[in-house]
């Protein structure tokens, strides 16, 4: 199957410095892939689409201004929090749709294995 | 907007059948989804249904959907110490064929042995 992977898988740092997280899909391409956050206990929300070629949507709410999407290529798309603060400490899951002539009605996504920050 | 609801918690006995329940209020859903996390780790995908399915099994796994009553069922056979995880059910979304998914709050399933 499809594997999407991430890194770094976690990260620990100050409050005030910028985080890069990447998110690439390993054997296929994808020109949209999705930015998720779960926060201790609770349930995967959507904060933006990222669509390669143009700028990302971010969900209400998510300020696109600290949260910097990047997608770079149709197999790598970036997300840097800005000026990070404990309140983004969380768990941050990319996904990326995969289509096939097989499955391109399936709707199927595969989730990369999520980065866990920490803002000290 | 869509909604999707899960009961928090779900404990059985080891050999037990475990059956979570997820509700949605999307009507124009087209996938319903079930994901499986264990601490501190991604999302596995477990199943999923079309809408225009009633049922769908894969091994241990029975997906029943009732879409006249948007409720979405999981039943895990003979539930085993490995199967303690949260569940998630999921949605599709459909808006501009952006097709993010919609998750529920997530079931926490203790299997005691």
Redesign the interface.
Known sequence: GAVVSQHPSWVICKSGTSVKIECRSLDFQAT?M?W?RQFPK?????MA?SNEGSKA?YEQGVEKDKFLINHASLTLSTLTVTSAHPEDSSFY?C?A?FISGRAEN?????????T?LTVL | GEDVEQSLFLSVREGDSSVINCTYTDSSSTYLYWYKQEPGAGLQLLTYIFSNMDMKQDQRLTVLLNKKDKHLSLRIADTQTGDSAIYFCAESIRDTGRRALTFGSGTRLQVQP
């Open positions: 949209t999705f998720y609770q349930s995967l929300m959507l689409t949507t899951i996904s749709p399936r709707n199927e996504q595969f989730f990369g294995p999520g866990r």
